[in-house]
């Protein structure tokens, strides 16, 4: 069903731009590794990008940098679930400075992996990705390019490789502060198995690991997740993964971890170019239950969130859903009605009633247990 509101939207953004062919936005084709990534052999342990890092982007709240990413495509970044990136941040790239210069653009839409098996899960940080759809598209130029996908069978759980990086604008050690100045790091891919040895068994299969096991020194660190962990293969910059998670930063025992592009690379796919961008040409109409198959399926539709339509059933609300704004632009709660989880009467409302009629609210177990009808959110 929702496949088909996908291609419904399409149609109707295609619809909207009178039928042009979709045009590709500059150069398509993914990056090059650049050259001071190939002759050095050598975040924690590393050194200035002496230009930009085409793929590698910058994720904002305001003007604060507090997660990283990676360019698909014009339209396309790929970033870490846990960083729980929103329509409200915004992303910058083409630069090597966070706070200035390059391309700034918004976030239109935020994506989670639904399928099953396949979902983040924030306890164990497994399947730690999230698509971000822009606004408008990157102009694709030398300073901002693709990172290359891999081929599904590349550098399996078994496999070890020399010549990756992680880069970011992260702390320079585990509580340190960060830099402005985007920082790069080679870090060696090692095999599912070494890193289970240092973790314990917490490594899945939609991880993988780098660093320099018994050394250390050298690692991503805190801010610098979601960024990219880039491979090369043949001269090309291979997205193998995304910056997750670590026990400190650099340790000698303790590698970081990445999420595993391989393991998601059709879910990946599947949400590059701009065909999941709802047009912003053509509002949404106001009135009625325009999709009335999708009221209360669990995913918010903002052509049905309107009081006519219940709010979309209470899709828009205090959903907590995985992915529930998947299909949504505005993804917002108009319903004036909707109680936050926090205020909602902890004891049957009745009770909660009774109590208020004996003015007893200003009670503290009253007062915790009846927000709602208390009035005290
Ligand atoms: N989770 C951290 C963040 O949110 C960074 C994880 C990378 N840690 C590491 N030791 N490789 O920015």
């Not at 109707?12 to 190939?38: E, V, W, Y």
């Not at 790929?78 to 910058?92: D, E, G, V, Y």
């Not at 926090?342 to 003015?359: F, G, I, L, M, V």
């Not at 009670?363 to 709602?372: F, I, L, R, S, Y």
Request: with cysteine.
């Amino acid at each position: 069903m929702k496949i088909f509101i996908i291609f419904s939207l399409f149609g109707l953004a295609l619809g909207q731009i009178h039928g042009q062919p979709r045009q590709q936005n500059g150069d398509t084709s993914c990056a090059d590794m650049p050259t001071f990534m190939k002759d050095t052999d050598r975040i924690v342990g590393g050194e200035d990008a002496p230009s930009p890092i085409p793929w590698q982007v910058a994720v904002l709240s305001g003007s604060f940098q507090f997660c990283g990413a990676t360019v698909l495509d014009a339209y396309t970044i790929l970033c870490a679930a846990h960083c729980q990136p929103s329509t409200s941040n915004s992303i910058r790239v083409g630069s090597k400075n966070k706070k200035n210069g390059g391309q700034v653009r918004s976030i239109a839409q935020v994506i989670y992996n639904n399928e099953p098996g396949f979902q983040y899960n924030a306890g164990t940080l497994n399947n730690d990705f999230v698509i971000l759809k822009l606004s408008d598209p990157l102009e694709l130029n030398d300073n901002v390019k693709a990172a290359c996908l891999p081929s599904s069978d590349y550098l399996g759980v078994t496999s070890t490789e020399e010549r990756c990086f992680t880069s970011g604008w992260g702390t320079l050690s585990a509580g340190g502060s960060s830099t402005n100045v985007l920082k790069f790091v080679r870090v060696p891919a090692i095999t599912n198995a070494q890193c289970n040895n240092d973790y314990g068994d917490q490594i899945t299969d939609a991880m993988i690991c780098a660093g320099y096991p018994g050394v250390g020194g050298k690692d991503a660190c805190q801010g610098d997740s979601g960024g990219p962990f880039v491979c090369n293969d043949d001269g090309k910059a291979v997205l193998a993964g995304v910056v997750s998670w670590g026990k400190g930063c650099a340790l000698p025992y303790y590698p970081g971890v990445y999420a595993r592009t391989t393991h998601v690379l059709d879910w990946i796919k599947s949400k590059m170019g701009e065909t999941n961008i709802i047009s912003t040409t053509a509002p949404p109409p106001t009135s009625g239950c325009v999709a009335p198959n999708w009221k209360g399926d669990g995913w918010c539709d903002d052509q049905n969130n309107n009081e006519e339509c219940e709010y979309d059933g209470g899709d828009c609300c205090n959903n907590n859903a995985a992915g529930w704004n998947n299909y949504c632009e505005v993804c917002e709660c108009n319903d004036p009605n909707a109680v936050t989880p926090e205020c909602a009467d902890k004891w049957p409302s009745t009770k909660c009633q009774r109590k208020k009629n004996k003015q007893k609210c200003g009670k503290w177990k009253v007062k915790k247990n009846c927000k709602e009808t208390c009035e005290l959110c």
